[in-house]
């Protein structure tokens, strides 16, 4: 089994900035991908951004140049700073952690972004 933690979420103006930090706990060998999804109310979960143990990162087009993926493989963890926030960033934020195939979530932690 794994567990993820995660924190950094909260409420924040347009144009704040946020850092997501997601920690991986138990049966961690071999993590392959790790990446941030979000929920908005009424909407389906979306992929907001990726990286493969090796570095090579993938983001969602909305969030390109605003926000930044990163990991620390000895601590298995992954952050997500996120800059030039915009109320459409707002919802529940979810660390996946991807290990032979298998997926695992945390539990959310919401962003809100006012205007």
């Known amino acids: 089994q794994v567990q993820l933690v995660e924190s950094g979420g909260g409420l924040v103006q347009t144009g704040g900035s946020l850092r997501l930090s997601c920690a991986a706990s138990?049966?961690?060998?071999?993590?392959?991908?790790m990446g941030w999804y979000r929920q908005a109310p009424g909407k389906q979960r979306e992929l907001v951004a990726a990286?493969?143990?090796?570095?090579?990162?993938n983001y969602a087009d909305s969030v390109k140049g605003r926000f930044t993926i990163s990991r620390d493989n000895a601590k298995n963890t992954v952050y997500l700073q996120m800059n030039s926030l915009k109320p459409e960033d707002t919802g529940n934020y979810y660390c996946n952690v991807r290990i032979w195939g298998i997926n695992y979530w945390g539990k959310g932690t919401l962003v809100t972004v006012s205007s």
């Open positions: 138990g049966n961690t060998f071999s993590i392959n991908l």
């Open positions: 990286i493969t143990s090796g570095g090579s990162t």
